[in-house]
């Protein structure tokens, strides 16, 4: 007995520690349900212990993280270059059709052109015929 406390040892190092110096208690294991006395030393090192695993544990959960952004990030890329693709198909389509549309209406147009002089001729022959029967 030191000063009138009773000597106690780390159940972790079994290191002499007095109730004064210590009244750290930890579980020693995790299916240990009971908690045991240890000393400064020893509680910090499991304090380290479980910071690291946290840590460990948190980086772990970051790189899962990342890895499945990564995958979106692929995903959506591939999404993208689809619909780029689909875009000009559809803008070649587009502008196919509107040059077939404007070759049609050339054709329209000339076709109205030559059906005009073939009035203008028949016009032309009506009146020979009708000065012809007049005189």
Same mark, same amino acid.
């Not at 009773?6 to 079994?14: F, S």
């Not at 210590?22 to 090192?45: A, F, G, I, M, P």
């Not at 780029?84 to 875009?87: D, M, N, R």
């Given at each position: $007995?030191?000063?009138? @406390?009773?000597?106690?040892?780390? %159940?972790?190092?079994?290191?002499?520690?007095?109730?004064?110096?210590?009244? @750290?208690?930890?579980?020693?294991? &995790?299916?240990? %349900?009971?908690?045991?006395? &240890?000393? *400064? #030393?020893? *509680?910090?090192? $499991? *304090? @380290?212990?479980?910071?690291?695993? @946290?840590? #460990?544990? &948190?980086?772990?959960?970051?790189? #899962?993280?990342?890895?499945? $952004?990564n995958v979106n990030i692929v995903e959506l890329d591939n999404q993208k270059q689809e619909q780029?693709?689909?875009?000009e198909q559809d803008q070649q389509k587009l502008e196919d059709e509107l040059n077939d549309k404007t070759v049609k209406k050339q054709d329209l147009e000339n076709q109205v052109k030559e059906m005009t002089y073939r009035i203008s001729d028949l016009n032309a022959a009506r009146q020979t015929l009708h000065d012809k029967m007049t005189e």
């Open positions: $007995m030191i000063g009138g @406390n009773p000597i106690r040892h780390c %159940k972790r190092c079994a290191k002499a520690i007095c109730k004064v110096c210590s009244e @750290n208690s930890r579980q020693l294991s &995790v299916t240990d %349900k009971e908690y045991h006395r &240890v000393c *400064d #030393e020893c *509680d910090t090192k $499991m *304090d @380290n212990y479980t910071i690291q695993q @946290n840590h #460990e544990e &948190v980086i772990q959960a970051q790189q #899962e993280k990342i890895e499945a $952004m780029q693709a689909k875009f």
